[in-house]
């Protein structure tokens, strides 16, 4: 078979689904015929198992998917993680220096396999509509949050990420941990393991 020996693996969005998360019906076509003929389909994103569960209505994902942005593999049929990188360390001396010297900063925490969130702003609110209110709890304090941490979302007005990223690049501790920037509003806080071309190769190694 054409595929055969091959393994796709996809980001979610802005790749895979439309704005309303729908998977487009070309994208179906395409991987049921990479699947015909002997290809294995997966996803990497930095979202929780469950949002990605969803997606299984319309197509068939043959292996653990990536999730947290390369943090964590995670096999959605049985439930189990075969492969993580959480946080270490004391995060905290990052997160209140930019709380207290950035206005308007919430946070998300992604933790069991939920999001936890901190902090009213827009963008916030905006995050928890997008996740169906499922698996997303509130917090008083963002330290309540259950350890181990899989990623740390700060999230701001897009005209205020720059001011953001650099206070957070100044900040002795950075250098123990990975960032990134996942959209005009995001910057994440992961494992400096934590991305998803590690997690590929961690995952075709793994299933060999």
Known sequence: MKF??????????GTLVDRDWNVTPQNIEAIRYFQKEGGKF?????????????????????LPIICYNGACIYDLNNGQTWWQHMLEGDVTNIVDDVLDNVPGV????????????????????????????????????????????????????????????????????????????????????????ANKGNAMETLMQLNH
């Open 4 to 13: 055969d020996g091959f393994t796709l693996v996809s980001d979610i969005d």
């Open 42 to 62: 997966t996803l990497a994103t930095g979202r929780i198992p469950w949002r990605v569960k969803q997606l299984q209505q319309n197509i068939r994902i043959d």
């Open 106 to 193: 919430g946070i998300q925490i992604y933790s069991n396999h939920r999001i936890y969130t901190y902090g009213r702003n827009p963008e916030i609110a905006h995050v928890t509509f997008l996740e169906d209110g499922i698996n997303v709890l509130e917090l008083k304090d963002y330290r309540d949050a259950p350890q181990p941490w899989a990623k740390l979302v700060f999230i701001v007005r897009a005209d205020r990420l720059q001011e953001l990223r650099k206070k957070v690049q100044r900040h002795p501790d950075c250098l123990n941990y990975a960032f990134m920037q996942s959209s005009p509003e995001y910057y994440e806080m992961l494992h400096q393991l």
